[in-house]
């Protein structure tokens, strides 16, 4: 299993990116996928999860600004971002996992695989 995650970059505030995480080795449909980020300094947030019935869940700090989705013909999660800020500056990570347990924004422990993650970095 692997993923791999493409997208990040530099932008000013007020600008928009979109990553996306190609999966490599399984049906990503049965899985519970999600965006994770980590700040120098800071401990990894949960960005947005989306789980196998499509719902979704976003940190607070994100609703309204960023879309997570994915394209199961393509394999592939995507990580909608617009109106970026100075304070969305973090390496981003897609995690996936294919279990059913309670998955959250607050349990990165429960996600089994991670990518090698992609650099957003947001300049005011």
């Known amino acids: 299993v692997q993923l791999v995650e493409n997208g990040g970059g530099s932008v000013q505030a007020g600008g928009s990116l979109r990553l996306s995480c190609a999966v490599f080795?399984?049906?990503?449909?049965?899985?519970?996928m999600g965006w994770f980020r980590q700040a120098p300094g800071k401990e990894r947030e949960g960005v947005a999860i989306?789980?196998?019935?499509?719902?979704?869940r976003y940190a607070d700090s994100v609703k309204g600004r960023f879309t997570i989705s994915q394209d199961n013909a393509k394999n592939t999660l995507y990580l909608q971002m617009n109106s970026l800020k100075p304070e969305d500056t973090a390496m981003y990570y897609c995690?996936?996992?294919?279990?059913?347990?309670?998955?959250?924004?607050?349990?990165?422990?429960?996600?089994?695989?991670w990518g090698q993650g992609t650099q957003v970095t947001v300049s005011s």
């Open positions: 995690a996936a996992d294919p279990g059913s347990l309670d998955y959250g924004l607050d349990t990165p422990a429960l996600f089994r695989y």
């Open positions: 080795g399984y049906d990503i449909s049965i899985f519970c």
């Open positions: 989306i789980h196998t019935d499509g719902s979704t």
